[in-house]
């Protein structure tokens, strides 16, 4: 089955630090690849998406390539804030009627320090 | 404003007892998701719809049930049978290939 596997945390990070946080994938299909980030006692929101290989997807300053490839899709920030403190999970999902699947990683927290 | 509403934000439920959480949509999504959330083990799957009166168990189901009589509606019943029930809720909803979280649920046994 489908997998996602992200790099084990917690990550602390100085502020204005760059950030990468390694996603790679398992899949059977072709699917969309997806940040979501989680902050303290909230539910889930949606960072970024790549629906295709070689996109690039792109909000509030992060990035993620999707790297067929390498079967990767790792998130990059050039200059990390407090307020990016959080958890940053990976997912991946197919389009399609009668594809339910939602496969998320584990999930990396970010501390950003002053 | 469209979204999800998760209700109670905090539950507290006593040994023995079925508590209820409730989750709404006005997104007008067919699919909709529960999910449980412990520290270090990421996101699992409990119960999902993908049209109404259908729903599917996932991968964490027992001890759990849902009903999905409405479009809108999606409640998760924790029954006694879940030996440990604390932990955080979500439910989401998806269009297409996005999906959309609730504030989540902390759910406590007292």
């Known amino acids: 089955g489908d997998s996602v596997t992200q790099m084990e945390g917690p990550v602390t990070l100085s502020e204005e630090a760059f950030l990468t946080i390694n996603c790679t994938y398992t899949?059977?299909?072709?699917?969309?690849l997806f940040w979501y980030v989680q902050y303290p006692g909230e539910g889930l929101q949606l960072l970024l998406k790549?629906?295709?290989?070689?996109d690039k997807g792109s909000n509030k300053g992060f990035e993620a390539t999707y790297r067929k490839e390498t079967t990767s899709f790792h998130l990059e920030k050039g200059s990390v804030q407090v307020s990016d403190s959080a958890v940053y999970f990976c997912?991946?999902?197919?389009?399609?009627?009668?594809?339910?699947?939602?496969?998320f990683g584990k999930g990396t927290k970010l501390s950003v320090i002053p | 404003d469209g979204g999800i509403t998760q209700s109670p934000k905090y539950l507290f439920r006593k040994e023995g007892q079925n508590v209820t959480l409730s989750c709404e949509q006005n997104l007008n999504h067919d699919a909709m998701y529960w999910y449980r959330q412990d520290p270090g083990q990421g996101l699992r799957l409990i119960y999902y719809s993908q049209i109404v009166n259908d729903f599917q168990k996932g991968d964490i189901a027992e001890g759990y049930s849902v009903s999905r009589e409405k479009k809108e509606s999606f409640p998760l019943t924790v029954t006694s049978a879940q030996k440990n029930p604390t932990a955080f809720y979500l439910c989401?909803?998806?269009?297409?290939?996005?999906?959309?979280f609730g504030q989540g649920t902390r759910l406590t046994v007292v």
């Open positions: 790549a629906t295709k290989a070689d």
């Open positions: 899949a059977t299909g072709y699917p969309s």
């Open positions: 997912a991946l999902t197919y389009s399609g009627a009668g594809s339910y699947q939602l496969t």
């Open positions: 989401a909803s998806r269009v297409r290939t996005e999906a959309f």
